[in-house]
C-alpha cells in the first residue's frame, strides 16, 4: 500500500482492526485475547508496506508512530480495558506506545533479541529473553486490568531476576 500517513489511511486500517477483532471475539466468545497486538501489528505492516523492502526498523515503527497519530472518527464509542486502566491507574496502553513509534521495541526488544543472536543463542532463546526484558519495563495494560499493579509489579520484578540468573538459556534462568 502506497500511500503516506493520513487520516484516510489510518480509519482504513481501524476498519480492517475492528473486523480482526471482531473475528477474535467470535472465536474467544467475547474476550479480549490479543486486541493489542491485532492493533499493533496493524500500524506495523502498513509502516513497512508504505517503504517496501528493504526498510529500517526504525523507519517503520516510526511511520507506524504517524499513523496512530491521527484519530479514528468512525471508532466507536466505547470503554475499553486500556481506557479503564488509563483511568484508575494512570498508565497508557498500545495506543500511547503506538504513536510514540513503539520505544519498547525499538529500544529494547529489537536491541536484545540481536544481541543474543548475535552470540549465537537459539531463536527460541533469543526471543524469550526479549519477551522477558520488554516485559521486566513495559506496564502492560493487560496486566494491570486482569491483575492490578501489584501483578504488573510482580511480573516485572520476575523477569528482570530471571534475567539477572543469566536468561533463558542458564540452568538458573530456566529454573525461575
Known sequence: YKDKPNQRLREKLAAIGRAGEAKMYSVTKGVNTHRGAIWCLGLL?????????PTSA??????????AGYTDRYAPIEQSNGRKVLQQYGFQGAREEARLGFPHVMNIGLPTLLKYRKQGYSED??????????????NDTCLLHRGGVTC?????????????LGGVHTQLGYEA
Not at 45 to 53: H, L, P, R, T
Not at 125 to 138: G, H, Y
Open 152 to 164: 504488573l509489579l510482580d511480573i516485572q520484578t520476575t523477569c528482570k531476576s530471571i534475567l539477572k
Open 125 to 138: 532463546v533469543a526471543r524469550l529473553n526479549t519477551l522477558l526484558a520488554i516485559m521486566s519495563s513495559l
Open 45 to 53: 505492516i502498513a509502516g513497512s508496506a508504505i517503504y517496501g523492502a
Open 58 to 67: 526504525k523507519l517503520i515503527a516510526a511511520t507506524a508512530g504517524q499513523i
